[in-house]
């Protein structure tokens, strides 16, 4: 059955992160998505379920064909630093000139303009510099790094989806093609949208663990169990907050009232000390019974084996599934197709 993006032509330029991740969700919802990276190199991370292809891009010949291929595709994704694909002749004025409804999109750290855009950087670096990184983590200690979580695959790949999908939308009005320009830096500040708007309106810090979402409530926290294992608790709103002292048998008379944070120190003393007589499975079955918010954390490794996500097959063999779902045309994660020609892909895309 065919995905939602079946008959769209996609050319990937050989990366790492959130390029590859992008190209993967596009695959995953049909799109015919081919990789291009270096004669000989090993498959990365992220590039098992679509064909690649072996180019040179220093070589005059290979950078022909890929122009080829951005004369027939739909949308070209790169994640080179700014001036590197234009150095190539691969930049938007030459595929554009070949291909007038080429949606362009190019993944960057710092985006294409402005005083840093040419230099190095990592996930780190851009939640950083958004002040996003500022606000996670315990006050007694450093910021932590949230693996590369936020910038490269929320407020990159994510946001070059977006970008990519609406240019192609707008393309059905117009005809024409457009240049995408998704910068980490740029996804990060508008996933901490409502961080900013909370803080405009007095209701935010910078004080990390401060605040309602950081850690700083103790009914928004994680909690040790007695087999060294944690509780989820994020029973925020009220009936949820009385659903979770109901849940571990406390009487609500006898604590500081939720929104009282002059009392949040007592509370988290108390929900620290009734959680840690319990193990973490254990109490995760008290809560299966009462709806207040609090799950267990599961490593890895157990994921496979939660009854929920084995009821949505959350993940299969290799890894988490295609998301989102649809009502008429799934997503699915083809295998790994082997290398293929220029000259196949050219007949796939032009018969």
Known sequence: MAGPLTGVRVVEMGGLGPVPHAGMVLADLGADVVAVRRPGALPALLEGNRAWLGL?????????????????????????????????????EPCLAANAS???????????????????GHDLNYLGLSGTLAALGRPDSPPPPPQNLVADFGGGSMLLLVGVLAALTERARSGRGQVVDAAMVDGVALL?????????????????????LDGGAP?????????????????LEPQFFSALLRGLELDPAQLPPQMDKAGWPELRRVLAERLATRTRDEWAAVFDDVDACVTPVLELGEVASDEHLKARATFGP????????????????SAGAPEESVDDVLARWTR
């Open 56 to 92: 040179d891009l220093k070589d005059d010949s290979h950078r022909d064909q890929v122009l080829g291929l951005a004369a027939a595709a739909d949308v070209l994704i790169e994640g080179f630093r700014p001036g590197v694909m234009e150095r190539l002749g691969l930049g938007p």
């Open 318 to 333: 290799d890894g988490p599934a295609p998301a989102p779902r649809f009502s008429r045309t799934p997503a699915v994660r």
């Open 192 to 212: 901490s949208q409502m961080m900013w708007q909370l803080r405009a309106a007095g209701m935010w810090t910078d004080d990390r663990g401060d605040n309602l």
């Open 102 to 120: 080429l949606v362009y999109g190019r993944m960057t750290g710092w985006g294409q303009t402005g005083p840093r855009a040419a230099r190095a």
């Open 219 to 235: 009914f928004y926290d994680t909690y040790a169990c007695s087999d060294g294992r944690y509780l989820a608790v994020a029973a």
